[in-house]
């Protein structure tokens, strides 16, 4: 992707469920950004599962974006709506009394975008993720009117799980920017699904990402060089 066509496009990082690699997706995507020296934000809009600090509640996934932006912002800015319970975000909210409204989320990423070129947003779990009694992920996403970018977790039961999602996506009236392959489990069959998946998804093959046993941003960036497309 050059630049230039970088500029001013942004993207929502969703993916076939939880814990499928969406953070280490986007932290790929930020760092292959950040080397074609652009300015760029990570967002986690909803968090649960957060850690109480001494400054609030505070998520791993928020953090490690904030970090690697190195933008010096408020970490509400990043995270406004983090919440302590590992359960879904509807629920963790009403636990608390809050509302979870759209206008917060884009009151913050609009301020980011005055600050940086690319905002990478993560969402929260998986596509149809309810954020409270009347709207789900999806009305952040077209209200945010990103192309969303989905992970697929390559393991058993995915080919499922990833057509459902991206025809669910695209039923729902939001754009599909492509689709990235990351696998989950040392022992699979990765280029059958892969190739099956590619025959049956209308949307390009972003990146496949490579199996880590630990975590690697550099060689995570790197795959993200072959096949990866602007979708402006
Ligand atoms: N390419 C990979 N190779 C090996 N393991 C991976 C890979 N990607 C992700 N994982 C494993 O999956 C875990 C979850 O990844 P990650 O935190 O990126 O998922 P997530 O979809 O962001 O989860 P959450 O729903 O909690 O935000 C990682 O800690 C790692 O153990
Ligand atoms: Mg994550």
Known sequence: MSKEKAMNSSWFITGTDT???KTWCTLAIIQQLKNQGLRVAG?????????????????????QLLQLTELQVPYTWINPYPFEPPIAPHL?????????EIETILNR???LATLVDVI?????????????????LREVVLALNLPV???????????????????????????????????LQAEFEVQGCIETLQER?????LAQMPYLTAFNLTSLA???????????
């Open 19 to 21: 814990e499928v690699g």
């Open 43 to 63: 967002m986690k809009p909803i968090a649960t599962g957060c850690r109480v600090s001494h400054a609030g509640l505070r998520n791993s996934d928020a953090e």
């Open 92 to 100: 963790a909210a009403q636990r608390v009394g809050q509302h979870i």
């Open 109 to 111: 990423y609009a301020q």
């Open 120 to 136: 990478v947003v993560e969402g929260i779990g998986g596509w149809r993720v309810p954020i409270n009694a009347q709207q789900s």
């Open 149 to 183: 970018i989905v992970v697929v977790g390559l393991r058993l039961g995915c080919i499922n799980h990833a057509l459902l999602t991206v025809e669910t996506i695209a039923r729902d009236g939001c754009q599909l920017a492509g689709w990235i392959a990351n696998p």
């Open 201 to 205: 998804l209308a949307i390009p093959l």
């Open 222 to 232: 790197n795959a993200l060089k072959v096949g990866w497309h602007s979708p402006h």
